[in-house]
């Protein structure tokens, strides 16, 4: 099976960077998803890690480092558009392509 | 303009009654998907869909059940036997070329 933890609640200012950590246990690791959903609207996909290092898009990173268990998402230069609930979810082996999704974390971004 | 399409967003049944819910896309996804999402839970698989007639169950399939007739469409049936039936429910679909899914808007079933 698999463990993935995220923290249930962050707050940020407007103009700032937030990192939003993800820590997960899993038997084989085929990769790890960010998602962005704003309240009652569908996930948008952010980011894909299959290899350790950061990947940088835009405003968004994210850090993988596969020894560690550990992914974080950064969102720089913040906007009040950006609160939502980010989700970790971790892909393991086996072949089916599911992702097994954390219970999101909800960021609160204020003037 | 492409996209997986979702209907109703906002559903309200008795409790009792079987109700399905939508799930229609144009992008030619071969894989399509069942969440499940409740406050402060992550999303649950309910059934998914890897190929035209074929699904397979998810993490929480009792009370619930798919058809898989054409690829563009799996709708979801929330039957009677769904004990807490009331909750988020997003579909999604992927091909072998992306790296995530692509979600529906979603669905909002309340049973009264």
């Known amino acids: 099976g698999q463990n993935i933890d995220q923290p249930t609640e962050m707050t940020a200012t407007e103009g700032a960077i937030v990192q939003i950590n993800c820590t997960y246990q899993?038997?084989?690791?085929?990769?790890l998803f960010w998602y962005q959903q704003h309240a009652g609207e569908a996930p948008t996909f952010l980011s894909y890690?299959?290899?350790?290092g950061l990947e940088e898009k835009g405003r968004f990173s994210s850090f993988l480092s596969r020894s560690k268990g550990y992914s974080y998402l950064l969102l720089k230069e913040l906007q009040m558009k950006d609160s939502a609930s980010y989700l970790c979810?971790?892909?393991?082996?086996?072949?089916?392509?599911?992702?097994?999704f954390g219970r999101g974390t909800s960021l609160i971004v204020h003037p | 303009d492409g996209g997986i399409t979702q209907s109703p967003k906002y559903l309200f049944r008795k409790e009792g009654q079987n109700v399905t819910l939508s799930c229609e896309q144009n992008?030619?996804?071969?894989?399509m998907y069942w969440y499940r999402q409740d406050p402060g839970q992550g999303l649950r698989l309910i059934y998914y869909?890897?190929?035209?007639?074929?699904?397979q169950k998810g993490d929480i399939a009792e009370g619930y059940s798919v058809s898989r007739e054409k690829k563009e469409s799996f709708p979801l049936t929330v039957t009677s036997a769904q004990k807490n039936p009331t909750a988020f429910y997003l579909c999604?679909?992927?091909?072998?070329?992306?790296?995530?899914?692509?979600f529906g808007s979603g669905t909002r079933l309340t049973v009264v």
């Open positions: 992008l030619n996804h071969d894989a």
């Open positions: 899993t038997s084989g690791f085929n990769g």
């Open positions: 890690n299959v290899l350790d």
């Open positions: 869909s890897q190929i035209v007639n074929d699904f």
């Open positions: 979810a971790v892909m393991a082996t086996g072949g089916s392509y599911i992702p097994t």
């Open positions: 999604a679909g992927r091909t072998e070329e992306d790296d995530g899914y692509t």
